[in-house]
């Protein structure tokens, strides 16, 4: 056995091992009886405490000094790039801050959302206070003298930079705030679907839409959770959708969206399963897979002719007077405060204000008792109307409490990097129009397989996108994009 | 920290990844996708792993060797007492032969499966014949001079010996034999239900049923899975059960005899959770749980005349003229080749055919060649019909191609446990019947709770049903038990 056997050997059975712990949030999120939470964060902090392990073996650093790289093809390179930057990364942080952070951030979490039930900031700052200042430390320990919000950042997004996410946001942010204006301006107000649609028969034709968009069932299935999410890698890709019977387009959609992630993985090259290449390269690249299945194909006018007329022979009823106005329902644009349920003109504008507040608290120009402020100040200047209660402002999302700072921007990349792909997607599928027509995406579904599922982890998240669509990714594409589908929707 | 506490928090981070291993299997059989089965093993496999080399962490003997066990309480002397015997069973197993073990036995329930579909012995002797040579070897190294077949028997059935339990079967044997015959010779025939059943409206029963008879839906769930199964132990205990819409008892007992497994285990005082003491003490002390809670509660006659009832109003038909013909349906008794199909007064002839065949190959006077042979000659002997096919012979388990020898006996104890159990419970809760006739089981159940089920695995087994009904255990109880309820049933 060389040391790179043995190195990918001893990752093999880590990778399999970090399936297990997320299959157990799988577990805990759709299927646990309710009684079985406090014996569920014992077995995960057990795991949790093997893979920390695993991940700090100094075998590790012993194999990697010992590899002579010379005699390596790409993908052995690429294994080892991602072994030595997660090696790295685990060997800066201190045991004593990673055991504090994870203690503080599960406490943190219940206590957040304790003062979002009670619009309590007050409840709240403490705790935030302290999981700010444990990430700060965290990133002066892994920055090494670098910028900290970049350090925090690279853990989701490889290779970006807050200084580069903040000039393409500076870019893109006047013209969404125009197009946000002018469709205010527009007069017109396109209702959203009425009726009542019944649980069974959404979930059943979400299950139809996976499979029209290529999910694997040999590989995956779909439940019921309060938060839709994706889980797994390789070949048990399991994805979540929710129901609401006054609203079927929130269970469809994000349906779409976990198709999107859910398909990435499955996606990629078998010989890379239970590798660290084996898993989507970063989590704007992920996003770019879901963003591109649940927007630009599944809010296309095409496909949404073709929901509109399987709404009638599902449900009895389409919620619309036809199908321009399903389409607009669909589509419809409304300055609302919660990040989760925003279309796609407001969705970056709630983005950009949270990577501003993160960046300015990571770098200590902001403490946490300013944030309400700075949050409600900034929330009026972009979507012009003023925040009515924490719940809906500073408080609604879980990220910060669980010590999620550099995650947001990933968001917005992916919208990006979606309206790139969509670009080459339409350039080298011409017809793709005639199979969303029938609800169909498979043509789709192949092209992002080759160009971007299947090689998983082999170049960094930027030239993926580049490879794919023969030009370096920027947002021209998706602003150019929202105008034109948006400025038709509302006759701009 | 003392070298007591130490070690008790080793173990406690063992049993939450033993827990987990658990949940992998549950995952398995009742939710994940067909294709995940390869990637699966190889989770499975690197949390065994873990768990191998923490049960053989040399600490846990130094940690042994330096507490001073004066000082400690009963429970903590019981903690020790599981410690000290699955370390010591841990560390005589060579790990090359656990290692060839796993791998043999992972091999050989697929070849058994192929044979037994294909009725065909000379495909699967080969294996078995290695997995037999291996249990001997292990055998060998547990026992360290002692009985080969008692080595394999302590791991399910701790102080048991097979001595002990060859003389109670050779004094249960012809009385089961000459009841068996006498119904057989009574002319009367109790037909089986008719009609079909709606799988839901099964498994809504079968819900109702686990209520009734005291199973935590908070700490619990119910879903459907092939064999059933109970799974998990502390706050997190799942049961399965079968549905067959031409045969509902199937599901409505299964179900009962996992409620009594489950319950056993959500029963065990919270304090010995995540602990080697909170567990069910051995193989038989569960199984006399499900069986008296399938059998002696659950085929009653107070219990069936509810049920019959309750059929109606389910499913439109109890597919018997009256309570009474429902009741000699629940407890018809048929010579059957199939041991999971056993009436009560079968169930045990099953038991014990296997008990001295597989009890004769350890100790190496039957061979693998001669096996089939010899169990058709027994079958013979005790069922007066001859094995039309291996499929229905000594095909038909799955036990000795996982390599489970020493484990069919505990199935006979738990029967004779019920019985001892039933005629103190009987005793202690005179108004047993009026509940059963309402449907209901709690009183039983909370007599279990406090004398069986609370105690985990603080005392030997026989110990709990001594301590239980005031009586060391015997098969009188059980046997007089199958001749009073059969002789009326068949009017011997």
Sequence with gaps: ???????????????????????????????????????????????????????????????????????????????LRH???????????????????????????????????????????????????????????????????????????????????????????PRLVSLRE???????????????????????????????????????????????????????????????????LGC?????????????????????????????????????????????????AAFCGWLYARFGEVFGQAGAADAQAFYAAVNRVHSGYIRTEADEVHYNLHIMLRFDLERDLIAGRLEAADLEEAWNTRFAADFGVAVDRPANGVLQDVHWSVGLFGYFPTYTLGNVYAGCLYQALRAAVPDLDAGLARGHAEPATDWLRAHVQRPGGLYAPAEVIERACGFAPHEGPLLDYLDTKFGAVYGL
């Design 252 to 300: 469809l959609y994000s349906t779409l969206h976990e198709v999107g992630h859910g398909a990435y993985e499955q996606g990629i090259d078998p010989a890379f399963h239970l590798t660290p290449v084996g898993h989507g390269v970063s989590m704007g690249v992920h996003e770019s897979q879901s963003r591109i299945y649940e927007n630009q194909l599944g809010r296309s």
């Design 83 to 173: 072994i030595r930057r997660s090696y790295s990364r685990a060997m800066r942080l201190p045991e004593t801050l990673s055991a504090e952070l994870a203690r503080v951030t599960s406490r943190a979490q219940g206590i957040w959302a304790e003062a979002r039930a009670a619009d309590d900031v007050a409840h709240f700052l403490p705790t935030l206070t302290e999981v700010i200042r444990l990430k700060r430390e965290e990133a002066a320990a892994l920055a090494e003298g670098g910028d900290l919000y970049d350090a925090l950042l690279d853990d989701y997004e490889p290779g970006a930079t807050g200084q580069g996410i903040a000039e393409m946001f500076d870019r893109m942010r």
């Design 182 to 248: 002018r469709i205010m301006g527009s007069g017109r107000d396109h209702p959203a679907l009425s009726g009542r649609y019944g649980a069974e028969a959404q979930l059943t034709l979400a299950r139809e839409i996976a499979t029209h968009f290529g999910y694997d069932w040999r590989h995956g299935r779909l439940d019921s959770s309060v938060h839709p999410f994706t889980s797994g890698s390789g070949t048990d890709v399991r994805i979540t959708t929710r129901v609401d019977e006054a609203e079927p």
């Design 1 to 79: 056995m060389s040391a790179y056997d043995d190195l990918l050997d001893h990752h093999r059975e880590t990778e399999a091992l970090a399936e297990v712990m997320g299959r157990l949030g799988w577990d805990q999120e759709t299927v646990m009886p309710r009684g079985g939470a406090q014996q569920r964060a014992e077995e995960m902090g057990a795991l949790e405490g093997v893979l920390h392990r695993r991940r700090t073996d100094p075998r590790i650093g012993a194999w990697l000094a010992s590899i002579d790289e010379g005699g390596l093809g790409a993908a052995e390179r690429a294994q």
